[in-house]
């Protein structure tokens, strides 16, 4: 059954700037040797992240998606690398995902390595740059990930603990896949992959320099908006920043616009159930949840839940942590990203009129003073 748990997406998707008319986006895929019975998908369409499944049959699936616009779905196939005697390692360089528009039959095609799939798609060209470097970085990224778990497994099993980390012996694969990189994004400059993965750069000068080099068109594209939304996120932290609309459902499927709460003090905290420090501070949070009730509101967004929704909920039921809580996304629905989250927890304190009062990474009296001044200031 689906679960739609988050309006705006691991960064998810923008319509593009002309809507089309409601339409299905179909997808059929093969994979050789890809040995699972379901595929877990996120499908990002019409501000929409809607999370569903589908069932494969010797390597064989067929999906459909009703939509407005641009649409992103990334397929999970969940694959686990043994390191250790029952301990399991979940693999999420094993995703794959494709692009496309209402009316795109998209024929996907390809085969597992051994932890991940190398495949072509057709049906339009959006995702050629993607499946291009796919098919030149798929040998180096699967090598690299085969030494990595030998080296954990090794390092389980020998009684030193093992001589080598994961990375220590597959940084010759990690080079090339480096420089297959950085040389397309040099001889593509304005590429769909290029404006990706642009905006997964943590050089901000950067960044901001490749940004202003985007047209109005570029801009107005999915791609584009990712850049435009991490360059943004850069200022998030500073006082008096204006905060950008989260349109989402919370995690129990109720909507939700972070825009309803003018007129209020919020505090927007990225915490996650796996987070010490996010856990101790839950008394703390209560308590100032109650001192100031009817005049201010939180916001959780839990980020790197490997349990879902399901697992937010049982945690925050559990504490009877009674304010809205949204799940973290990917691409323009990640939040975290979004503004600019470096660490957990992070908070985030914002005026009635929707501006940045200040930001603190941590947990600590320092954030729980500040919200005293803020809230009796006049």
């Known amino acids: 059954m689906k679960k739609i748990f988050s309006l705006l997406i691991v960064w998810a998707v923008a319509l593009h700037s002309i809507q089309a008319q409601q339409g299905e986006l179909k997808i059929k895929g093969n ?39 641009f649409t992103a779905v990334l397929f999970d196939p969940r694959f686990m690398a043994n390191v250790g005697p029952d301990i399991f390692k979940k693999i999420t360089q094993g995703k794959f995902s494709v692009y496309g528009e209402p009316g795109d039959v998209l024929k996907l095609t390809g085969e597992k390595l051994s932890y991940i799939i190398d495949y072509d798609v057709d049906g339009n060209e959006i995702n050629n740059d993607f499946v291009s470097m796919g098919h030149a970085i ?23 603990g093992g001589m080598n980390f994961p990375g220590a012996n597959s940084k010759e694969q990690q080079a090339q896949i480096d420089k297959l990189k950085t040389d397309f994004i040099k001889e593509h400059p304005k590429s769909y992959y290029t404006m990706y993965h642009m905006a997964l750069s943590a050089d901000k000068d950067k960044l901001r320099e490749y940004g202003s080099t985007l047209s109005d ?13 991490r ?12 905060v950008p609309e989260i349109a989402a459902t ?18 927007l905290d990225f915490w996650g159930t796996w987070c010490g420090p996010c ?13 100031y009730e009817g005049r201010i509101e939180y916001v959780g967004v839990a980020c790197n839940e490997k349990k879902g929704v399901e697992g937010v909920i049982y945690r925050v039921e559990k504490s009877k942590m009674n304010w809205i809580h949204l799940m973290n996304g990917e691409d323009l629905n990640n939040y975290s990203k979004m503004f600019g989250v470096t660490g957990y927890p992070t ?10 009062l200040g930001s603190f990474i941590g947990e600590g009296e320092h954030f729980y003073k500040f919200l005293d001044e803020a809230m009796t200031a006049k």
Do not use: C
Request: glycine share 6%; no cysteine.
């Open 31 to 69: 994979i050789k040797d890809l040995d699972v019975d379901k595929l877990y998908l996120t499908i990002s369409a019409d501000d929409v992240v809607v999370e569903d499944s589908v069932e494969v049959k010797k390597g064989k699936f067929s999906y459909t998606v009703k939509t407005n616009g």
């Open 138 to 160: 798929a040998p180096y990224l699967d090598e690299k990930l085969v030494i990595d778990f030998n080296d954990e497994l090794e390092a389980y099993y020998s009684p030193s």
């Open 217 to 229: 068109d570029q801009k107005k594209h999915y791609f584009g908006r990712l850049v435009d939304m």
């Open 231 to 242: 360059v943004a996120s850069f200022d998030l932290n500073k006082k008096g920043a204006q």
């Open 250 to 267: 919370d995690i129990y499927k109720k909507s939700f616009k972070l825009s309803s709460l003018r007129g209020k003090h919020v505090v």
């Open 279 to 291: 856990m101790q501070g839950v008394p703390d949070m209560k308590k100032y949840y109650k001192k």
């Open 347 to 356: 908070k985030f304190i914002i005026s009635p009129e929707g501006k940045v």
